[in-house]
């Protein structure tokens, strides 16, 4: 099991974070907390937990294993940007940890009208 690399996104009345899950292959995904920001982030029972991966895989698109994120904010300040590394194939020989083809990629972050981050590979969001 892994659980790592942990990143906070702020928007709203939410906080948000994002951290690298499940294995180091093309497994490797994302999962999220979040807690409203009013709430005691020391507690435990402030965090509610995404079901799924907010970000896996994406055979069709060639994005292997996704993880190791961060936010910044775009040159303007209006948009919210995740930073991460992925791979561009699926099979890997030997341990994952000493395949050293991981790229960084970035795609522009998304909101759902309830205030939620959507991670979605686009054509032009993930370069």
């Known amino acids: 099991m892994v ?15 994002v951290y690298s899950a499940s294995d180091t292959g093309a497994n490797y995904c994302m999962g999220m907390l979040y807690a409203h920001s009013d709430s005691d982030l020391l507690d435990p029972r402030s965090w509610s937990k995404s079901r799924h991966p907010v970000l896996a895989t994406d055979r069709e698109k060639g994005i292997y294993g996704p993880g190791h994120n961060s936010f910044t904010k775009s040159e303007d300040g209006t948009k919210d ?4 590394h992925a791979r561009q194939y699926e099979n890997i020989a030997g341990d994952p ?12 972050v998304q909101w759902s009208d309830d205030g939620m981050p959507v991670f979605a590979y686009q054509e032009q969001g993930c370069e």
């Open 3 to 17: 659980n790592e690399g942990p990143s906070i996104l702020k928007s709203g009345e939410y906080i948000f974070l």
């Open 81 to 84: 940007i995740m930073l991460f």
């Open 97 to 108: 940890l000493f395949d050293p083809n991981r790229h960084t990629l970035m795609m522009e």
